[in-house]
Each structure stands twice: as structure tokens, then as C-alpha cells.
Nanobody
């Protein structure tokens, strides 16, 4: 049974930082791309960052233009976790953040974690 469990969300002031983590189980974690999406109220879910199963020389990571230079995605295949380090947070980063992967023609999602950036 595939499970993705996010943690680390919360309330932070503009300019602050948060680190989200996603714990995965039930599949061969290191074989698959992992992604972070977010969905703000009234908006469509958008892809924030992705990371390949195995990272060589820090290559293969991709980011939405809106978060480039501020967010960093990383993974630990031994622990089956994927993290999203978020720095210089802005009010427009407020959203529910979801961990995602796909294989065998199916998409898998976590339950999401709320990030609120507000003074």
C-alpha cells in the first residue's frame, strides 16, 4: 500500500523559512520521481518542484519559476523521504503542499500540509 505523509507546515512570517518533509512507504522509492505540488484557495494545483529517483551531481531537479532560488528539493533514498526547504517565503506561497509520485499509470498523493505566510 502506497503511503505519502507530509509534515512540517505551519504559520511563518514573510521572509521566513520552513522545511517540509514527505515520508514514503509501500513502493520502491528510489526508482521514481518525487514531486511537491501546492494548491492555494481558489486556484489550481501547481507543480512546485521535482527530483529524479537518483540524483547525480545535483542535476535533474526542476522548479517552478515562482520558487527558483528560494526553494530546494532533496531526497534521502535510505530513509525514503523527500524534503522541500523553503526560504524567503512570500504571502503568495500560502497553500496546501502535497507530495506526489506516479507509476504503473497511477498518481499517488499525500494528505497535504498547510503553509501560511502572513505577518
Amino acid at each position: 500500500q502506497v503511503q505519502l505523509v507530509e509534515s512540517g507546515g505551519g504559520l511563518v512570517q514573510p521572509g521566513g523559512s520552513l522545511r517540509l518533509s514527505c515520508a514514503a512507504s509501500g513502493f520502491a522509492f528510489s526508482m521514481y520521481v518525487m514531486r511537491w505540488y501546492r494548491q492555494a484557495p481558489g486556484k489550481e494545483r501547481e507543480l512546485v518542484a521535482s527530483i529524479p529517483g537518483v540524483v547525480y551531481n545535483n542535476r535533474g531537479k526542476e522548479y517552478a519559476d515562482s520558487v527558483k532560488g528560494r526553494f530546494t528539493i532533496s531526497r534521502d533514498n535510505s530513509k525514503k523521504t523527500v524534503d522541500l526547504q523553503m526560504n524567503s517565503l512570500k504571502p503568495e506561497d500560502t497553500a496546501v503542499y502535497y507530495c506526489n509520485t506516479d507509476f504503473s499509470a497511477s498518481q499517488y498523493w499525500g494528505q497535504g500540509t498547510q503553509v501560511t505566510v502572513s505577518s
